[in-house]
């Protein structure tokens, strides 16, 4: 079920709840947060901009992680 009407920074901790501690498709967080795979892609540009250590992997299909909401670069 999506999130709807989730603000910009309701979003980012949600994407950050999803992907700590786990492997998450990008299409899985667009799903989960109502809204599109280029937002999402926007929105971990943003988090890694701001210091979070996301890690992914290359082409599509790839999943994102991050090993602890504490945890910056």
Same mark, same amino acid.
């Given at each position: =079920?999506?999130?709807q !009407? =989730?603000?910009?920074? /309701?979003?980012?901790?949600? *994407?950050? /709840? =999803? =992907? #700590?501690? #786990?492997?998450?498709?990008? &299409?899985? *967080?667009?799903? /989960? #947060?109502? $809204?599109? @795979?280029? #937002? @999402?892609?926007? &929105? $971990?540009?943003?988090?890694? &901009?701001? !210091?979070?250590? *996301?890690?992914? !992997?290359? !082409?599509?299909?790839?999943?994102?992680? $991050?090993?602890?909401?504490? $945890?910056?670069?």
């Amino acid at each position: =079920m999506g999130q709807q !009407g =989730m603000t910009r920074a /309701e979003r980012h901790a949600k *994407i950050l /709840e =999803m =992907m #700590t501690g #786990t492997l998450v498709l990008g &299409d899985r *967080i667009a799903e /989960e #947060t109502n $809204v599109c @795979i280029r #937002t @999402i892609y926007r &929105d $971990v540009r943003a988090l890694k &901009d701001a !210091g979070w250590k *996301i890690l992914s !992997g290359p !082409g599509k299909g790839a999943g994102y992680t $991050v090993r602890s909401p504490q $945890v910056r670069q």
